[in-house]
């Protein structure tokens, strides 16, 4: 019913040029026919082509110049994984196709502005010069199947350029991370950096023996993306809406989750090298420890951290320090120099963290730890670095808080003194294991980071079961961080039973410069005088960027 191509004219075949003179009316042409012609960079083109071409010159140089009126459906950047679709008119001239100014789509429904060139030699050697401005844009849906150097989601605003012919393509792109809200559902850019991962080794036969009866054939899927003759080249402007993670070990979630901003270089040359230079500042994230599966604790990364690269993504420098924060009596490990009168007040349970300091090479990093009392007095603080003064004592010591959840007295006759915290340790490990495979099964399992902690009580303290949170609620506008939970009575104390602390912000504000924050917070800097044992507040936070002294009093205007 329906007639895609009509031909209308003359053919002159004695002519030795000008043997076309036809008139090409389109109506609802099928793309797919042309999808050859594109199969450099992009795949899937599928839609309809309408208008008027008119078609003249010889066979070794034909003329095909009009307006073409084209409702692409779909249209796959490999590399990316995206695919897109626009409705628009394209100029067809002699020997190119000309896009100007097209509102190109995402699968979101989001745009990006489309221009460029699509130049031939009679249809032949085929040359690209196309730009993309998009604007809040998916760029990147990829996964370890078709990249194992990185993958993730990219939402981005910036500009991409495709340049060059069928084998030899340079893809230049510049862009900052950003996030969309679709659904009711936040969307940010998530990047995977796998540090190492495993390949296996198998024979291959020779002779292959096929049963040419069979009716089955065999559908082999091929997720590798081709990057032979790709130049790619990204300068990526990282905010804190994105999502970084860096991978050592997925199987048992040797992983580094993190926010923070920096600038980046990322390029793979026709060679397939991979190189990447820029320093990432971590703002906030987490780092879960794995040991044997016997230590499975996850830290939180201190403000500042930071990797650099310049070069070798395997070769990045880290300075990272993480906090894994522990509620434990100090009187283990002071038990031979303290007198009976302050002995009651080393009972106590006291917040201790436990530092771990990741530096170096990032695929092999030098472990360091250390401990703080956050709330302390400076003299406690001396005391407990005094009796930790070597690295083996430093390790015995940590790796002891984090099983038992205390410490280890000095006297090895003391050991028989410790009520072990093995319990609250194994269902911390296994909170942490679940909550880190139900990230790998699939993202809808956005539950945040939870775990469990169980506190044995003894005569001078209670027991605790708390329930650590971390999360984020209404699309990121709200942030609950901390643990909450309830203790058992203790004729010592008639506080109420509720401990845990909690820090709550909410943005106010989109960009999240303006925030509201409230707090729940132990009391232990003096354990002597102090009546409360916890203390509530509010706050407002406010915050804003700028490049001179005069830019604090201007109001930056938003760019179109």
Known sequence: TNNPINIKGYYYPTLKKDNFDFKLSLTNFKLK?????????????KGYATGVLKFTGSPLEPDLHGHLFLMVKG???????ETYSFTDSVLVTKNSFVFDHVVLNDALGDTAIFDGIISHENFRKFQFDLSFKPYNFMCLNTDIKQNNIYYGTAIATGLIRIKGDENDINIDITEKTDKVIHDKKVINTKLYIPISYESEISDNNFITFVNTKSKRKNKVDNYNIDLSGIQLNIDLDVTSDADVQIIFDSKIGDIIKAKGTGNIQM?????????????????NGDYLFTLKNVINKRFNILKGSNIKWNGDPYEGIADITAVYPVKAPLYDLVIGSVTDDTAAVYKKRTEVDCLLGLKDKIINPTITFDIDLPNSDENTKTTVKGLINTEEEMNRQIFSLLILNRFTPMDKLQYSNINTGLGSTSAEMMSNQLSNWLSQISNKFDIGDIGVNYRPGTQMTREELEVALSTQLFNDRLSIDGNIGVSGQNSASKTSNIVGDVNLEYKISDKGNFRLKGFNKSNTVDMLNTNAPYTQGVGVFWRKDFDSFKGLFEKKKEKK
């Open 75 to 81: 249209l796959t950047i490999n590399y990316l994984n």
């Open 267 to 283: 390029e793979i040359t026709r060679l397939g090298d991979f190189n990447m230079y820029g320093e990432y500042v971590i703002e």
């Open 33 to 45: 026919l042309l999808e050859k012609y594109l199969s450099g960079f992009s795949s899937n083109f």
